[in-house]
């Protein structure tokens, strides 16, 4: 993947870059793409969260309890 992505900045944009501005240029932006992979995890979580939340809220007997409660 590091080759695919130096192979996409070399173009005639970055050709006056030195290869250590490239390879601090690929890390940043490894770094911004897997933060953004972790808020979207978190964000489906957080949903996830309160979903159970809600449906334990509304549970009346105990069968409607036990997969939420385990998920929680």
């Known amino acids: 993947m590091k080759d695919t992505i130096y192979q996409i900045i070399m173009d005639d944009y970055y050709a006056d870059l030195s290869q250590t501005q490239i390879d601090k240029l ?30 334990l809220g509304k549970a009346t007997n105990k069968k409607q309890i036990i997969v939420p409660a385990i998920f929680i």
Request: proline share 0%; net charge positive.
């Open 26 to 55: 690929v890390n940043a932006t490894s770094i911004v793409i897997f933060g953004l992979l972790l808020i979207i995890v978190g964000i489906i979580g957080f949903i996830f969260t309160i979903v159970t939340v809600i449906k």
